[in-house]
């Protein structure tokens, strides 16, 4: 290849040329590393980076986290901070005690298919870990968490089970090596076999400490353990009726956690992390090093909670009973789904969650064989105002016509949506017209059907109830 | 024969005939043999017997054996260098199949430049393998892929065909789920390596030193073996791309049947002006004759609208129609815009002989399987020699006798091409360029490489060329490099390969919706052609079928359609306006030149509604489409106002004449496609104030050619002298500052002095520098 000449140009012009080329090119996505001002971290007004410096001394980790320690493994050096914690700690209003009431059950209904049911409690690694990104070889682990139920000896001279957090920590990036191998050590991977209890682990964790270990020519193998993997029940029990099904929001509206305040968010936690790198001072570590144990005790306490609640060791709240009732629905068992569905129905407040919980109560009844139960459920919710009630009929509607191909009755549903839709104009012109266009592609079907059933008398269906 | 009456009915057609400027006749050449290399396997030969073919050509056993390798040495990358239709595919499959049953383990990666030839080649190598019952796995991994299928891709595709932005996005930043493939790679295919020059070869230059960086560290050294097309610099665009030594396999053992080549000029139709008959017309009028003799032809047509009109007037023409009613067409379009479906459909037919006819655009110019055809048409001159030497190369397979015929269009290139036939058929073709160092691609490759994995003390030094020390110490000041333990780290939480697109222009599609009922999406349109063809009360032609836009939704990047039967279509016209946005640099008088970044903007700006067959103009519209814009890297060099004694024409003249030889030369000095590259004149700039030349790149925001133009003005101007002094034109052609306007405007003389006044202006300003 021929180089271009530049002859005129001195290396150190060179050098400046380039600088400015890659300010130029790096000034295109917006940087998100400020924290906020009001963070109790956060010493300078502002987060500037040079004032940051200016007003304080960077502090090492040792300073910051008094029992860190230093580990020595193969593959270098890593920080590993452990905290016992005992079974009376709360998350929340959530008690760790409660895991002694895990059964096989709760395993079948939170992770079934894993073969996980005749698990110990020794066995099981809750595990979490904080990446400088969200995929590909560029994003790091730096920091893993690991929680276990370990025999301790408790104040009182007694052993007993407590739950010990060990979180390993790479102070700059070569030490992520050392954080695999120490966790590896220390969990036992390739031998004992645990189970991992993880949230979203199967889709992030897993395959991410595996994707770490190849870059660092070690072998792991998370991806191939039996799993409980949180997300998946979370998201079958309550996707809806909470916010979003992320962890934090779990935490918070399942186990009554008041998240600290300033607390550092998800999103924010590579960039805290960088800044670290660079300034060396362990302050920025500790919201990450905070979020990332409870995430890891909480792991534990919605374990615990699910086994209270399975062995009727504690009285469900009205997401509970949400919870619990589609969980059942989703394995089929529909009876036991009512009996949940029903509790959450009769605390709930008059909002969505509640609309949307009755109609599930009216499905579980129906697949249960119970129709006479579930036409009142949908008479009731039928009557809602608005919007609510609009779908209500609609659900009618559906299942009038494709479980009991009753297609008049439908029909007649839909012309009463249809009725009120309508009568929305009045207040919201346009969610009136998008229902009326949708309602009228249902009427024209049904009104076909309605026409051909009626030519085949053969095939009439008797009236509901 | 009904070519050879075919094209004896064409040299005597009184029409035609005269119009004919050159015919000359590429004799055949027998097949020459060789026996397959003894270490190939006899379940590979049997398999490929099976598929008839008995014994290798001779270039197919050279290039087997160099990549199988001789006992105890390592076997040798390979670039294959013949013309289309050779049976380059089995250089590459023989050996990867070979490894593959000396060690089921080993693997092997394909990079094509389409989807659609990886779809192509997938079908192919699959059909081997079944027919010989070997145990090869082979998949297509691309955008299409489900996400089901990756994991199985990922771990036990013995072959995986891929692209180069799938490689760059998909697969390199996450090669730990790739450990499979890359621990066993043993043979890396690059097929189409002629596509990889300019900036997009530059691209592909870095991509593969990623590549190579990533086999590295899985103890991996894979065997290159890549395909081109005829270009002059086989050896070295590979050798570039690849990072090492490639030998050269360009000894073609293929036979030939006699190729008839002619040059069509369409006849004057306004001896006054000097105006020809269309290209348009002129195509047709050439292919109805082969069409109506039986002749299965190619047409290569310019542009997609093209493609759409020369369909239409093939169908209407004699043995465009289908024998029955009601049966499927025999004359069809092939562009991209068409869903890959109905491509498969096409080229199927075409291989099966139930099509007559196929208009194509470049689209069927690279490797997509269609068998041999018995002509080649191509509307205008497509560019490039290489380009020219491909699709006529569609034409004729094996030793079956073929035609191809350029049709000249009125323009200034194509009338160069039309006058000097030895500029198309001679033996010279354009050397392929690529400059991987560039400094902006090179830094954002770079960066894609540490993400991939860190740096160490060695790769610091050169991983991504000369630039690689420096490009690291700016990510470092920046912050998105971390370095410690003698390593760099990447410490962004950016995924860097999704900012970097290895290709020019948007992604975004604009959907054309046919509303039917029933309501079907009939194809895509990338964003600036939808500009001119799907503006609303545009006359869409797809497939030979009309269609009326009644509404382009701009925002939704949707547009709606129906059928319609009118006897007119539209054509709308681009105005391209320059400005520039921020000056980087520039020198004082008396040579006034500078770099920056400008804003490029496009605006549809009105249609006309043209009469088909008499192309009358018969109503105009207005486009209300808002601009788009491109802001990008720019070189300006100003020329000074003539003398008292120069007429204003004459301005204008070395204006564009100087421009001409600019645009002409840059790639040139610059390594990069003709394609990178766009020309914008201003006879008063209001920049600089005075008669100015840009050249900007067509690459949104720049790889830095402007600068580069800079710095390097004087030789610019150097070789461009050099050019024109040596071009044998006594007015000037195409080739140097352009063909005069009319006869006696003297265009070279006033370029020619304007070229030397600025060669010395520029001397004089680097004098007055050094002395201040």
Redesign the interface.
Known sequence: ????A?AAESPAE??E???A???R??A??APRFAPPADHPHAEGPEGDERDWAARARPRAIEEVFPSAVRRETDAGACTVIEVTYGLDHLVGEQPLRDIAHVSPETYALLAPHEGVEDVALGELLFLDIES?????????AFLVATGRFEERAGIDGGAGPAFVLRQYLAT???EEGAVLAALLEDADVRGGEPVLVTYNGRGFDA?ML???A??HRQRAGFDALRHVDLLAPMRTGLRGAMESCRLCVVETDVLGLTRPPGEVSGADV??WY?RF??SRDARLLVPIVEHNALDVVSLAAILARFGALLAEQRAPAPLDSVALGRLHAARGDHERAAAHLQRAVAVLPPCGARDDTLLRLATAHRRAGRRDLAVPLWQEAAARPGVPGLRVLVEVAKALEHDRRDFPGALAAVEEAVRRAEALARFDPRTSRRWIEGLAVRRARLERRAARQAATPGRAVGAVG | MALVDAVAALRSDPDLAPCFVDWRTLLAEAARFASWPDALDVRIVEALRLRGIDRPYTHQARAIAGALGRAGERPRDQVVVTPTASGKTLCYTAPVLQAILDDPSARALYLFPTKALAADQLDELHGIVTDAGLPVRTFTYDGDTSPNARRAVRTSGHVVITNPDMLHTGIL?????W?RLFENLRYVVIDELHTYRGVFGSHVANLLRRLRRICRFYGADPVFICCSATIANPGELAE?LVGRPVDVVDDNGAPRGERTVALFNPPVVNAELGIRQGVVNATTAVASRLQAAGVQSIVFAGSRTRVEVLTQYLREAKGGRPLHPGAPPIVRGYRSGYLPKERREIEAALREGRLRTVVATNALELGIDIGGLDASILAGYPGTVASLKQQMGRAGRSSRASLAVMVASSSPLDQYVAMHPDFAFGESVEAARV???N??IA??HLKCA?????LDADEQQDALG??TP??L???E????V?R??G?A?????????E?VSLRLGAEQNVVIVDQGPPAAVIGEVDRPSAMTLLHTEAIYMHDGRQYHVDLLDWEELKAYVRPVDVDYYTDAHLAVDLKVMDEWDATPAPAVRGHGEVAVTYLATIFKKIKLHTHENIGWGKIGIPQDDLHTGAFWLTLPEMQSGGRRGQTEAALQGVAQVLVNVAPLLL?CDPRDLHLSVQAKSPHTGLPTIFLWESVPGGV?FGE?LF??TARLLQIGLGLVEACACSEGCPGCVGPPSAPGAGVKAVATEALRALARGIEAGAGVEAAG
């Open positions: 290849m021929v180089t271009t530049r060179v050098r040329r380039l600088r080329l890659i300010r090119l790096e295109r996505p400088t990104g969200l995929g590909g070889a560029g994003a790091m700059s990036p070569p395959p595996d994707g770490r190849t870059m590579p960039g960088f790198l660079r | 930043p996450n090669h730990t789920k450990v570039a400059h991987p160092d400094p902006i830094a954002e540490v993400f991939e994995l860190p000369s630039h420096d490009l110490d700016a990510l000041e920046i912050g998105t971390h410690a333990g390593r780290y990447w410490s962004s939480e950016a995924y860097p390969a900012g390594m830095g580069h710095r390097e």
